[in-house]
């Protein structure tokens, strides 16, 4: 069941935002599968998709708050990335499904949990990898925190669920 959308976009009855993230034949490595460096291109897109206000004429989720560019006073900073990868990603037509969800709402930061997994119109199902990032807002003139806004937290309050616990050898 959808409980908000937008052309591609969805929050669904899971609590999750599902985005459909497109390969590109460039995303692979001569292992015939998406580089690992890659994966982290492919979660910022995501992330991009979810989070930053769509230009004029263009939908995007109702979590699509953040403002761009220098001239919003506030930059994200990513302080903090971790990837678990659990399955190579073949190159593939179908988009993958990167579902996200916030693990914590702090006072400047936010920690965003990821899955990405195949499209659920493919044939075969796959958890490709499990990724978090804390993300951390700053003022641009001063590089110091800025606090999360009352908005902010109204559009991804609906989005908080149990933060991925990752794998440590």
């Known amino acids: 069941m959808t409980m908000?959308?937008?052309?591609s976009e969805r929050v669904l009855a899971d609590g999750r935002l599902h985005v459909p993230i497109q390969l590109r034949w460039g995303d692979l490595d001569a292992f015939n599968?998406?580089?690992n460096t890659a994966m982290l291109k492919l979660l910022e897109e995501a992330r991009v998709r979810?989070?930053?206000?769509?230009?004029p004429g263009e939908s995007a989720p109702e979590t699509a708050i953040l403002d761009s560019g220098l001239s919003s006073g506030v930059l994200t900073l990513i302080s903090r990335q971790?990837?678990?990868y659990l399955a190579p990603v073949p190159y593939q037509r179908h988009p993958l499904d990167i579902q996200m969800w916030f693990g914590k709402l702090g006072g400047s930061s936010v920690?965003?949990?990821?899955e990405v997994r195949t499209d659920p119109a493919a044939e075969q199902q796959a958890l490709y990898a499990r990724a978090t990032t804390v993300m951390v807002l700053v003022d641009a003139a001063s590089g110091s925190p800025v606090r999360l806004t009352p908005p902010m937290r109204a559009s991804w309050t609906p989005?908080?669920?149990e933060?991925?616990?990752h794998r440590h050898r």
């Not at 908000?4 to 052309?7: H, M």
């Not at 979810?50 to 230009?55: E, G, H, L, T």
């Not at 920690?111 to 990821?114: K, V």
């Open 33 to 35: 599968h998406v580089n």
């Open 50 to 55: 979810a989070f930053w206000k769509p230009a």
């Open 4 to 7: 908000s959308t937008s052309s």
């Open 163 to 165: 933060p991925l616990q």
């Open 159 to 161: 989005l908080v669920g």
């Open 82 to 84: 971790e990837i678990e």
């Open 111 to 114: 920690e965003i949990c990821y």
